[in-house]
């Protein structure tokens, strides 16, 4: 059973940073792409950051490009997103996501998906 727990969400002034956490079990971060999604509340779910099974290439969403960064630790089964220079707009439940695809031409989630974590960025 596949389970991915994510954590270091919480409350961060405009142009302050966090880095959240994403810990699995039951799968093999090594093979698999790894994302972060995130949602606003009345937006739909959005991709934040992607990384291929390789981990040879990385996709962001325009509006944190430069800001943020995705990386992993497959030995520790965890991903990461550090987010720097955090916006108000950056505010949303952020979900690590595993299975899907990352490439250059294209993105998709996969079947796995964390609790979420929250992130609210206001002074």
């Known amino acids: 059973q596949v389970q991915l727990v994510e954590s270091g969400g919480g409350l961060v002034q405009p142009g302050g940073s966090l880095r959240l956490s994403c810990v699995g079990s039951?799968?093999?971060?090594?093979?698999?792409?790894m994302g972060w999604y995130r949602q606003a509340p009345g937006k739909q779910r959005e991709l934040v950051a992607g990384?291929?099974?390789?981990?040879?290439?990385?996709s962001y969403a325009d509006s944190v490009k430069g800001r943020f960064t995705i990386s992993r630790d497959s030995a520790k089964k965890t991903v990461y997103l550090q987010m720097n220079s955090l916006k108000p707009e950056d505010t949303a439940v952020y979900y690590c996501n595993a299975g899907g695809t990352v490439t250059a031409a294209y993105v998709a989630p996969g079947a796995y998906w964390g609790q979420g974590t929250q992130v609210t960025v206001s002074s």
């Open positions: 039951g799968i093999t971060f090594s093979i698999n792409a």
């Open positions: 990384l291929s099974r390789g981990g040879s290439w990385t």
